[in-house]
Nanobody, 120 residues
Framework: QVQLVESGGGLVQAGGSLRLSCAASERTFNWSGWFRQAPGKDREFVARITWSGRATYYVDSVKGRFTISRDNAKNTVDLQMDNLKPEDTAVYYC???????????????WGQGTQVTVSS
């Protein structure tokens, strides 16, 4: 079964940047993405990318600031976060949808999460 491991989280000042990386034990040949969850709040979709990397989708609040990418040779999916805001503070989770599973359903695989804290 696919295992996902995130890295790159940390503390950054507002306006700064972080790059998150997700390493997968194997490819799913489907969509991969990122979610985030602040304390006491529901988990929120952030971004996703096709296996080919040729199509992406972002939640409106991060458009123009975050960029998702993938490197299938390394089995990694990255999230470049620029112009970070305090509202971006959350635990960020890497996720992947198994082959033949539509993104209208929950991802089948999750990482453990990495904390991103943006100070004002």
């Amino acid at each position: 079964q696919v295992q996902l491991v995130e890295s790159g989280g940390g503390l950054v000042q507002a306006g700064g940047s972080l790059r998150l990386s997700c390493a997968a034990s194997e490819r799913t040949f489907n969509w991969s993405g990122w979610f985030r969850q602040a304390p006491g709040k529901d988990r929120e979709f952030v971004a996703r990318i096709t296996w080919s990397g040729r199509a992406t989708y972002y939640v409106d609040s991060v458009k123009g600031r975050f960029t998702i990418s993938r490197d299938n040779a390394k089995n990694t999916v990255d999230l470049q976060m620029d112009n970070l805001k305090p509202e971006d503070t959350a635990v960020y989770y890497c996720a992947a949808w198994p082959a033949l599973v539509a993104t209208s359903t929950p991802p089948g695989y999750w990482g453990q999460g990495t904390q991103v804290t943006v100070s004002s």
